[in-house]
């Protein structure tokens, strides 16, 4: 059999096996992604397999650069990567995806034993950018409009006319403030005469 027949073949039994399993990701004919662990567990990873052409005779290409996984430690990420190394070695010249796949959620203890989990990282920034960014960030806030819910913009739309403007005195309240406005200003004027 050819490489391209024999990657065919291992293509067709890795969709049946892994047919509805969220934890299996077929990115395309040659490439895939498999989740080692529930999501929500800190010690999961998600394995990025790409096959080169003369896959199986050729190793795999494996990696973990992924963002699911920039909370793993480098340590962690090349200690992974040399077991997962000892493996394709172990099955080169066969169908091994399914193996490494098992393998690693067998041994996913052994891979995260020594697992710190990478918080952020951490950039060092003067007291004088922290309050540009302070203020840079509270401008932003103010700036925000208020968003209007889809029926609060059907309503306005109905008030306003063709020019898309509300007609003068819409709003009561505006009405009020200017009624009252116009009565403090002429018992103003009225005592300024007297």
């Not at 004919?29 to 498999?34: D, G, H, K, Y």
Request: proline share 3%; hydrophobic share 35%.
């Amino acid at each position: 059999m050819t490489a391209n027949e024999d990657q065919e073949m291992e293509l067709e039994a890795l969709r049946s096996i892994y047919e509805g399993d969220d934890c299996f990701k077929e990115l395309s004919s040659v490439s895939f992604q498999f989740r080692i662990g529930d999501v929500d567990d800190t010690k999961s990873f998600l394995l990025e397999v790409c096959w080169p052409e003369n896959y199986p005779e050729t190793a795999p290409h494996i990696s973990l650069d992924t963002f699911f996984n920039n909370r793993i430690s480098l340590e962690t990420k090349q200690y992974i990567l040399s077991k997962m190394s000892e493996q394709v070695e172990a099955n080169l010249g066969t169908a091994m995806m399914y193996t490494l796949f098992e393998w690693a959620k067998e041994n996913q203890e052994t891979l995260m034993e020594n697992h710190q989990p990478v918080t952020t990282a951490v950039t060092l920034m003067s007291n004088s950018d922290v309050m540009n960014n302070s203020t840079s960030v509270s401008k932003k806030k103010k700036e925000k409009k208020e968003q209007l819910t889809k029926s609060q913009k059907r309503k306005l739309i109905g008030k306003t006319d063709n020019k898309g403007e509300l007609p003068r005195g819409w709003n009561w309240v505006d009405v009020i403030k200017v009624s009252s406005n116009r009565m403090i200003f002429y018992k103003c004027h009225l005592m300024l005469k007297i």
